[in-house]
């Protein structure tokens, strides 16, 4: 095992230090493998379970309350995330986002950026456009779809045992 004393103990004839390294980098086909058994998260994933998560949620509150406007209004803090999620979801797949890493590192900031100003937006028309809105009912709507993010995660795509090509 490498350690840093290790590494500062060891000077060469000249009495610089040397570096030790137990990097090594993958082939392509354990490059392939990795992938294989660790899938990427499609973004879509997590906007469809947003928007049924939304779709629940919005019924949930409107068959609790039995009052239509809290329904809507839990549906409109529904849409304050799943708009600006499709809208990053879109810009960080699309072409610009892959051309290199420096275009990947600005494209994520700025179709964050979009999905910060679209929230914003769509609360403020929903408090100007729903009569009666309940903030409380936006507010949870809004809260609840957000969590999306984290049960994708636990429902992600199990992975895939990878056989040998050698075999």
């Not at 490498?2 to 610089?16: F, K, M, P, Q, Y």
């Not at 999905?115 to 100007?128: C, E, L, N, W, Y």
């Not at 969590?147 to 795509?157: I, P, Q, T």
Request: hydrophobic content about 55%; aromatic content about 8%; charged content about 15%.
């Amino acid at each position: 095992m490498v350690t840093i004393a290790n590494v500062a103990a060891r000077e060469l004839e000249d009495g610089s230090e040397q570096e030790v390294s137990d990097f090594t980098p993958l082939t392509a086909e354990q490059a392939q493998v990795l992938r294989e058994q660790h899938p990427s998260l499609s973004p879509w994933w997590v906007v469809a379970g947003q928007v049924l998560v939304g779709l629940l949620f919005s019924a949930l509150a409107w068959g609790l309350t039995g009052r239509p406007v809290v329904g809507l209004s839990a549906a409109c803090g529904a849409l304050a995330v799943i708009v600006p999620a499709a809208l990053f979801a879109r810009g960080v797949t699309g072409q610009f986002a892959s051309v290199n890493a420096g275009s990947a590192v600005l494209s994520f900031f700025v179709w964050e950026l979009i999905k910060i100003v679209v929230t914003v937006g769509i609360m403020f028309a929903a408090q100007r456009l729903v009569e009666g809105l309940s903030w409380l009912a936006m507010l949870l709507g809004l809260i609840v779809t957000m969590k999306v993010y984290w049960l994708a995660l636990a429902f992600k795509r199990k992975p895939r045992p990878v056989q040998s090509k050698n075999a």
